[in-house]
């Protein structure tokens, strides 16, 4: 009976749109945001549009080998049909930590900005790696029960969330101009680029999306089109929001705080303002955790579907239809890392996405030239000699941004793709030995 066991196709257009957004608005934009206004300065919104640009590149990729191929296993179904299956287990092993990785950056953030509130409110403060623990724990809780419960909470965020960039830009509008929107960091261009390698943090999740395909009624055709427009929604959203902020807080001020908007709110509204941002971004970041953590289990269910995990990994919960053991190691691994820096998290997250972004981007260029007249139902538009313009300039966009990156979150990523590629070989090993006895 289990292996006739699937998820449940239960999503629809509205829902992953809503989802989308939910996992892209995060910690990156409550959080980040501080830090990249200190490289940028008041260029700040320039970091976030090229950050968008890059996203909206590689994005549509995702779209169109999305629509090829709606498989939970994403990535490494995409790279494995281009690349064969060693590029798409490394690609979906990366892909995995990527998610692990940020599920903890963001629970990390989680945990500060609990901290800050009982600290505001006198209450008895929580450590913040038992609050990252704790939040791990409940939304792994939640995702168990079902894809359905877990949207329905996710789409109730999100709009908490919203609100509060909402709230931000409306509160930003009075002050529009009295800043020089125009004028560069310190640093010039090489400080706006390193804020959108910082930013573009904000901007993970749609990458995720994807991975809620065999939850999507008729996901070759909804999943693009709910990809295309969380990023759209996000983008114009982030940019307002850059604009606003250092137009009520000078950069200098954003850069040295833990909880930026809402020092924009507290300069506006006074204590009141700054406590509803702080509890607008417990629901963000808590929003955040939970679609994250969907996702990766969703990826580590896929491939451990195609027999490239353990297959009791692959194993689906008879009541719930929810691939529990990949839930839980999920939860467990995202722990563990609770316990590292957050900014150390949020470069290696990047790092580990721009090279995941650079193969994506790759693998629709290799998908159109294997098979160059099967089409899916979403094509990228712009091609020249059917090579799509837009994944060459994801391509070139995401190595420009890695340059910015330093050596030692480069290593480690590095070190992390070795182990993989050293755990594929010797499972393919122990497998072709069992075939031989």
Not at 59 to 72: D, F, I, Q, V
């Given at each position: 009976m289990q292996e006739k066991l699937r998820l449940k196709k239960e999503l629809g257009l509205t829902e992953a749109v809503l989802c989308g957004i939910g996992i892209i608005l995060g910690a990156g934009i409550y959080v980040i945001i501080g830090q990249t206004a200190g490289l940028a300065g008041n260029a700040l919104?320039?970091?976030?549009l090229v950050a968008t640009i890059v996203a909206a590149f590689t994005g549509l990729s995702y779209a169109e080998l999305a629509s090829r191929y709606p498989k939970a296993g994403a990535e490494f179904e995409y790279t494995k049909n281009s690349f064969g299956k060693r590029i798409g287990f490394i690609v979906g092993w990366l892909t995995i930590i990527a998610g692990i990785v940020s599920a903890s950056a963001v629970a990390i953030s989680f945990g500060e900005n609990l901290f800050k509130l009982t600290h505001v409110l006198s209450f008895p403060e929580i450590p913040v790696i038992f609050s990252a623990g704790i939040l791990i724990l409940l939304c792994s809780f939640i995702i168990f029960l079902g894809?359905?419960?877990?949207a329905r909470i996710a789409i109730v965020f999100t709009l908490i969330e919203a609100f509060g960039l909402l709230l931000i830009i409306f509160i930003g509008i009075p002050f529009i101009g009295s800043v020089d929107l125009m004028e560069l960091p310190p640093t010039g261009l090489t400080g706006i680029l390193t804020g959108a390698t910082l930013i573009f943090f904000a901007f993970i999740g749609f990458e995720e999306m994807v991975r809620m395909s065999e939850e999507t009624k008729n996901a070759e055709t909804i999943i693009p089109k709910a990809l295309i427009l969380a990023i759209a929604i996000t983008s114009v959203l982030y940019v307002l929001v850059a604009i606003s902020a250092v137009s009520v807080v000078p950069w200098q001020e954003l850069?040295?705080?833990?909880?930026?908007?809402?020092?924009v709110a507290?300069?506006?509204?006074?204590?009141?303002?700054?406590?509803?941002?702080?509890i607008i971004v417990l629901f963000s970041t808590s929003n955040t955790v939970l679609l994250i953590l969907l996702a990766a289990s969703r990826i580590i269910y896929g491939i451990g579907e195609d027999k490239e995990f353990p297959h009791i990994i692959a194993k689906i919960h008879p009541k719930t239809h929810t691939p529990y053991i990949a839930i839980i190691l999920v939860m467990i691994c995202a722990i563990v890392f609770s316990f590292f820096d957050l900014t150390f998290l949020v470069k290696t997250t990047d790092f580990v996405l721009f090279m995941i972004f650079i193969v994506v981007n790759a693998a629709v260029i290799a998908v159109r030239i294997k098979e160059p007249k099967i089409k899916s139902k979403f094509m990228i538009p712009l091609s020249i000699k059917n090579i799509p313009v837009t994944a060459v300039l994801g391509i070139l966009s995401c190595i420009a941004l890695i340059s910015h990156l330093n050596l030692e979150i480069i290593g480690l990523s590095l070190l992390l793709?070795?182990?993989?590629i050293i755990f594929y070989e010797i499972s393919h090993k122990m497998h072709k030995q069992k075939l031989l006895n």
């Amino acid at each position: 009976m289990q292996e006739k066991l699937r998820l449940k196709k239960e999503l629809g257009l509205t829902e992953a749109v809503l989802c989308g957004i939910g996992i892209i608005l995060g910690a990156g934009i409550y959080v980040i945001i501080g830090q990249t206004a200190g490289l940028a300065g008041n260029a700040l919104w320039m970091s976030c549009l090229v950050a968008t640009i890059v996203a909206a590149f590689t994005g549509l990729s995702y779209a169109e080998l999305a629509s090829r191929y709606p498989k939970a296993g994403a990535e490494f179904e995409y790279t494995k049909n281009s690349f064969g299956k060693r590029i798409g287990f490394i690609v979906g092993w990366l892909t995995i930590i990527a998610g692990i990785v940020s599920a903890s950056a963001v629970a990390i953030s989680f945990g500060e900005n609990l901290f800050k509130l009982t600290h505001v409110l006198s209450f008895p403060e929580i450590p913040v790696i038992f609050s990252a623990g704790i939040l791990i724990l409940l939304c792994s809780f939640i995702i168990f029960l079902g894809i359905k419960q877990s949207a329905r909470i996710a789409i109730v965020f999100t709009l908490i969330e919203a609100f509060g960039l909402l709230l931000i830009i409306f509160i930003g509008i009075p002050f529009i101009g009295s800043v020089d929107l125009m004028e560069l960091p310190p640093t010039g261009l090489t400080g706006i680029l390193t804020g959108a390698t910082l930013i573009f943090f904000a901007f993970i999740g749609f990458e995720e999306m994807v991975r809620m395909s065999e939850e999507t009624k008729n996901a070759e055709t909804i999943i693009p089109k709910a990809l295309i427009l969380a990023i759209a929604i996000t983008s114009v959203l982030y940019v307002l929001v850059a604009i606003s902020a250092v137009s009520v807080v000078p950069w200098q001020e954003l850069s040295t705080s833990k909880a930026p908007l809402s020092l924009v709110a507290e300069k506006v509204f006074g204590a009141e303002g700054g406590l509803i941002l702080l509890i607008i971004v417990l629901f963000s970041t808590s929003n955040t955790v939970l679609l994250i953590l969907l996702a990766a289990s969703r990826i580590i269910y896929g491939i451990g579907e195609d027999k490239e995990f353990p297959h009791i990994i692959a194993k689906i919960h008879p009541k719930t239809h929810t691939p529990y053991i990949a839930i839980i190691l999920v939860m467990i691994c995202a722990i563990v890392f609770s316990f590292f820096d957050l900014t150390f998290l949020v470069k290696t997250t990047d790092f580990v996405l721009f090279m995941i972004f650079i193969v994506v981007n790759a693998a629709v260029i290799a998908v159109r030239i294997k098979e160059p007249k099967i089409k899916s139902k979403f094509m990228i538009p712009l091609s020249i000699k059917n090579i799509p313009v837009t994944a060459v300039l994801g391509i070139l966009s995401c190595i420009a941004l890695i340059s910015h990156l330093n050596l030692e979150i480069i290593g480690l990523s590095l070190l992390l793709t070795l182990i993989g590629i050293i755990f594929y070989e010797i499972s393919h090993k122990m497998h072709k030995q069992k075939l031989l006895n």
